[in-house]
């Protein structure tokens, strides 16, 4: 009896958490326009994009290549600088820097043909102990915040892609369909004028 009891409550826990749109950490429902994707990047084999792309493949999307006849059809997520900073945020009794606040932003656009152009952007932080007893230990732990922060980084860059799709659909609302072919050629031809 006592199993039967436990096993309903897992039952209904599982239940809840499935209705009220629970997913595991790291997923996001990406619109279905946005799941096939070119993404572009600077430096195609950098540690920000193998982890947008690791992140993209998470969340089933999938990413076909850069050809002319892609570019005219598939949105493209164009990746921008990953740019890093950090700020004092503690200090020792010598004056010594004793903690760091890390700073990471990363921007980034996507391209819906005949559509227009959306950037998207996000930052993340992290602290960051210095200790000064142990440098070889200091530079390991700093490269593996630095990781994590990219991680943490491209998970809201995939989210991001829901406020595009947002975006795209109050656009399509407040411009009259004659209007937004103009918006979204212009956009199209920037767009193509930044590569």
């Known amino acids: 009896m006592r199993h039967l009891i436990i096993r309903l409550f897992v039952l209904l826990a599982v239940t809840i958490t ?6 595991p ?3 996001t429902q990406v619109p279905n326009e946005l799941k096939t994707l070119i993404v572009d990047s600077g430096d195609p084999y950098g540690p920000l994009a193998c982890t947008v792309r690791q992140q993209l493949s998470i969340n089933n999307v999938t990413i076909v290549e850069d050809t002319e006849k892609n570019r005219t059809a598939i949105p493209t997520l164009r ?7 950090r700020d004092t945020a503690s200090v020792f009794l010598s004056g010594t820097t004793a903690e760091y606040s890390l700073m990471m932003s990363v921007s980034a656009q ?29 530079d390991a732990e700093q490269d593996l915040i630095m990781q994590e922060m990219r991680q943490r980084a491209a998970e809201q ?23 937004s072919e103009p918006a979204a050629e212009s956009a199209t031809s ?3 004028s930044l590569q």
């Open 190 to 192: 920037s767009a193509t």
């Open 79 to 85: 990746l921008g600088n990953e740019v890093q900073g």
């Open 25 to 27: 950490r790291g997923t």
């Open 157 to 179: 860059l995939v989210r991001k892609l829901l406020t595009v799709h947002a975006a795209q659909i109050s656009n399509k609302e407040t411009l009259p369909a004659s209007a």
């Open 110 to 138: 996507v391209l819906l043909p005949g559509k227009g152009l959306y950037p998207i952007s996000t930052t993340v932080y992290r602290s960051f102990f210095d200790n000064p007893n142990a440098t070889l230990a200091k």
């Open 18 to 23: 499935a209705g009220c749109g629970f997913h």
